[in-house]
């Protein structure tokens, strides 16, 4: 395994976009090509991330950032099936993060949630209405033989496999508590997705204002941190920018794995109510307050 190298991501970007009728890898959305934005999501939870492509060609044409690595597909036609096989093989870390290269709202929290469940268990996998979600799972090398042997008898469907290994399965409770739509999983095949994903993205846009005290003030340096980032993902997804723009709070107020505050710590929605993982959707221009239940936080 690669030194200091604990999680690789993989992202599967061999698929032929026939219904699109285009390369959705290359996709402009967001103002970025859509794979380019599937990595810069997975490489917050990642330390390592590699595309795997049909041909090294198809690797050349990809705008792809320097330090992503290229692994091209050892079972051309196999479907996902080969590209997890491809991506988990050429991993310097025991175990890889795979998700496509065509799923535009990834949550960083709940990619951490799901790699948070690893010990244990040779894969994890979420489940919506009680079906996995093998391209947005992490694997171990611990899978490689049993994806093998059903890639071999040409037995392409990837959960087959999960009867041979120990699966944790992250229930769809857990999920909504980060992703109440579910759009994590969404993927974009034709032109319809596309035109969804275009006006969810712009429900989304906005901005929340957090206003520190006590000790996250003193520990960020900060009074209040501006947050732009997905409001429909609620206080999961703010949590995650508010570590990202403040890592000093991780540890203080947040959570290691950034999906949530530590229990000493609540926030206030627009001084009138106390919100939790539960709480109304944010809109643009809402200011929480981030307080500890301790005296003197």
């Not at 008898?153 to 041979?164: S, V």
């Not at 993205?201 to 501006?226: H, K, N, Q």
């Amino acid at each position: 395994m690669g030194a200091g190298i604990e999680t690789s991501g993989v992202v599967l970007a061999g698929g032929m976009s026939r219904r699109l009728g285009r390369d959705k890898a290359m996709e402009p959305f967001g103002g970025e090509p859509l794979i380019r934005r599937s990595l810069s999501r997975v490489s917050q939870v990642v330390d390592e991330t590699i595309v795997v492509v049909n041909d090294a060609a198809r690797g050349r044409e990809l705008p792809l950032p320097d330090e992503t690595r290229v692994a091209v597909d050892r079972w051309p036609g196999a479907g996902s099936l080969g590209g997890i096989f491809t991506g988990l093989e050429a991993a310097r870390a025991e175990w890889a993060l795979v998700v496509a290269c065509d799923m535009p709202f990834l949550s960083a929290p709940l990619l951490r949630r799901i790699l948070s469940m690893r010990e244990g268990h040779d894969a994890v996998a979420p489940a919506l209405d009680g079906r996995p979600e093998p391209t947005h799972a992490a694997y171990s090398k611990a899978c490689l033989p049993h994806i093998e042997r059903r890639l071999r008898a040409n037995d392409l469907k990837i959960t087959r496999f999960f009867d041979d290994v120990d699966v944790a399965y992250l229930p769809q409770s857990a999920i909504e508590e980060l992703d109440a739509d579910h759009l994590s999983f969404f993927n974009v095949n034709t032109e319809q997705d596309l035109d969804r994903a275009k006006r969810v993205m712009d429900r989304e846009r906005g901005s929340v204002a957090v206003e520190l005290f006590g000790m996250a003030r003193i520990a960020c340096g900060r009074d209040v941190v501006e947050i732009a980032a997905p409001l429909d993902g609620g206080l999961g997804r703010v949590v995650s920018a508010l570590a990202d723009a403040c890592p000093e709070l991780v540890g203080v107020a947040i959570r290691d794995d950034r999906t949530g505050l530590l229990d000493s710590y609540t926030f206030n929605l627009n001084g009138n109510e106390f919100v939790s993982g539960d709480a109304p959707r944010l809109r643009p221009g809402d200011r929480l307050l981030l307080f500890s239940s301790m005296a003197g936080g």
